[in-house]
């Protein structure tokens, strides 16, 4: 099977054997193709209306490499490019995709409900740090119980590492994790095994090296918005048609052409766009309307407005729009009563975290429209009425909230071990999606840190930018202690946080492993069927004691989950365990203690009522 994505960016292999190349450069007025042979050829493009250029020729073939020239001044690669062998200032390889031969035809995809969402980098999942190598532990994530596997941004990036958030050929799979078939028969690889992909992209910006769109697509951007990365992208201004389209068939490109079951959107809340419909909006109604039916799809949001709008479903519970957003509530809720720290955006959850966290776990969001003291009082958040648990994704750990700390640390060198098993039993049996960040299932000891790999004068300002981050901590007040962070830019940062797998030989590490995998059977088993069942449950929390929480979800076959949970160092007496059976308690919940009334200190019990 055949898949490709026509559009009208880039280079286009036709089935005559010709290539149609295109770019967009209203800001030229002459644009050569250059093809890079033993006999070098430059092949003049057309000009075409508003800024176009065009050619077709029979002179290029699959492989060939390729860049266009601009003003007879500045060679440049193409921003549509499938494949950038030589990184982000070489040449753009010629792809074509119909020689990939697809065999999932059958593959439709998972309901969202059934997600158990598992966060992987590429470059540190394994000591290879490709596709390939990653494509090799796919049986190892389905026996875990994993039913999809979500890829930090690959999209091309400047130099050998990078988070992938400096992405710049959106179009193009970074050179360093193996070659575009690669990424294609790693995502075929995971839907043999019943598991759905998603990949992470950002829409927000272009990375700071590398993007070339400037010397003949100045209208990319706008200094009428702001971000934090410079310019906005310009989505709502004069020639924004275009750069709508770019960013919408880039979405269509891996669904399509790449197969993935899903995207997430890196941190919308930084785009910028006064029209209407604005860019989220149409860019999901362009998604919908191509998904053929019966496929599962779904889009995910990362936004800290906690924007309940992009998330509404209709009547009968059909989406509308986006499938879900992460939900950084739920996280910085837990994270606040497990390890105590109160610095930062952690502040907003200093006061009552109980409560927040029993709203999250009910409702989705902890900030549905209150001030957040964090923002300066700024209201944050709407209603999240009539939303089911999945438009939620739950987490303990993710990229960010490690490697946005100093030291890259994990939860588990933060807690104490009780603490985050308890944490993790709630969040993996809570009717919302959970997700895991790799090797958080056997309690990894690496740390994942911020690492990229920039040249020299951009390097030292990222380097130097990274450590005054953390500058209005006490802990990094004296500018001694702040030299002490990583380096971003040395390759020491990004080795230390490749994940060690050979820590799942060591007792402990092989218990953590257990923990998990037996939470996430559970959830298969117990769960799962009765969030299959309708779309919004009724639901409701209470916090009792000092640090006891007990939340009930009633779904629409009248069975009842009921969570009952003691996040402190100290056990409650005098409670009121329900009569239904336990499907899950933590090793310290015992039948004397449950006949006794005592909840234990750092301990879970789950309940159903049949």
């Not at 644009?31 to 250029?53: H, K, T, Y």
């Not at 998972?110 to 990653?134: C, D, K, M, N, Q």
């Not at 090799?136 to 999809?148: H, K, M, P």
């Not at 994270?335 to 720290?341: A, M, Y």
Request: glycine share 8%; charged share 25%; aromatic share 12%.
């Amino acid at each position: 099977m055949k898949r490709r994505h026509n559009m009208a960016f880039g280079a286009e292999c036709r089935d005559d054997g010709s290539v149609r190349f295109r770019l967009w450069a209203p800001a030229a007025h002459r644009v050569e193709l250059c093809i890079a042979s033993a006999n070098p050829m430059r092949i003049p493009l057309s000009p075409c209306d508003q800024g176009w250029f065009e050619l077709t020729t029979d002179a290029a073939r699959p492989r060939a490499q390729y860049c266009f020239r601009i003003n007879d001044a500045q060679d440049v690669p193409d921003p549509a490019s499938r494949f950038q062998p030589g990184d982000v200032h070489g040449t753009s390889e010629l792809v074509n995709p119909a020689a990939f031969d697809w065999q999932d035809r059958e593959w439709h995809g998972r309901p969202w409900e059934e997600a158990f969402i598992y966060e992987l980098h590429v470059g540190a999942f394994t000591p290879a740090g490709t596709f390939s190598a990653a494509q090799e532990r796919l049986d190892y994530l389905a026996n875990l119980g994993i039913t999809a596997v979500e890829l930090m941004p690959v999209a091309d990036f400047p130099g050998r590492r990078n988070w992938g958030y400096d992405g710049v050929f959106l179009f193009a799979p970074d050179s360093s994790y193996g070659r575009p078939e690669d990424l294609k028969e790693f995502v075929q690889s995971a839907h043999e095994r019943g598991l759905m992909v998603l990949l992470d992209v950002v829409y927000n910006h272009f990375g700071p090296e590398g993007n070339y769109l400037r010397a003949y697509a100045p209208q990319f951007f706008t200094d009428r918005h702001r971000t934090p990365w410079g310019d906005g992208i310009n989505f709502d201004g004069p020639d924004s048609r275009v750069v709508r389209d770019f960013f919408i068939h880039n979405a269509l490109y891996w669904l399509t052409e790449y197969h993935f079951d899903g995207l997430r959107l890196d941190a919308v809340h930084a785009i910028v766009d006064d029209s209407t419909p604005d860019i989220l909006t149409e860019l999901a109604d362009a998604v919908r309307s191509s998904v053929e039916p019966g496929r599962h799809v779904h889009l995910i949001l990362e936004n800290d407005r906690n924007q309940a709008r992009y998330l509404q479903r209709t009547e009968r519970c059909w989406l509308k729009s986006y499938t879900a957003q992460w939900n950084d509530d739920v996280h910085h809720a837990l994270h606040v009563l497990i390890t105590g720290e109160r610095d930062g955006y952690y502040s907003d959850y200093s006061e009552r975290p109980l409560d927040q966290l029993g709203r999250c776990l009910v409702e989705g969001f902890a900030y549905q429209g209150e001030a957040s003291n964090y923002r300066n009082g700024e209201p944050r958040g709407e209603s999240t009425a009539g939303l089911p648990s999945a438009a939620f994704v739950s987490f303990l750990q993710n990229h960010d909230q490690i490697g946005n700390r100093a030291f890259g640390e994990r939860v588990t060198k933060l807690a104490d071990g009780g603490a985050v098993r308890a944490a993790a039993a709630i969040v993996l049996l809570a009717p919302s999606p959970p997700l895991l960040f790799m090797g958080e299932e056997f309690r990894a000891e690496t740390p994942f840190l911020f690492f990229c790999d920039f040249e020299k004068d951009l390097a030292g300002a990222v380097t130097a930018g990274r450590r005054n981050e953390f500058a209005h901590f006490a802990r990094f007040n004296d500018p001694a202690e702040r030299a002490r962070i990583p380096d971003p830019n040395a390759a020491s940062t990004f080795e230390s946080s490749r994940l060690d797998w050979s820590e799942i030989g060591q007792p402990s590490h092989r218990d953590w492993l257990r923990f998990y995998r037996s939470l996430l059977k559970l959830r298969c088993q117990q769960i799962v069927p009765r969030l299959r069942a309708g779309c919004v449950v009724d639901a409701d929390y209470e916090v009792f004691g000092d640090r006891g929480i007990t939340a009930d979800w009633k779904f629409p076959d009248q069975s009842k989950l009921i969570l009952m949970a003691n996040l402190g160092t100290e056990s409650i007496a005098g409670v009121t365990f329900p009569a239904s059976q336990a499907i899950y308690s933590s090793e310290e919940v015992t039948a004397d203690t449950l006949k006794q009334g005592v909840l234990p200190a750092w301990s879970v019990a789950w309940f159903l009522e049949s």
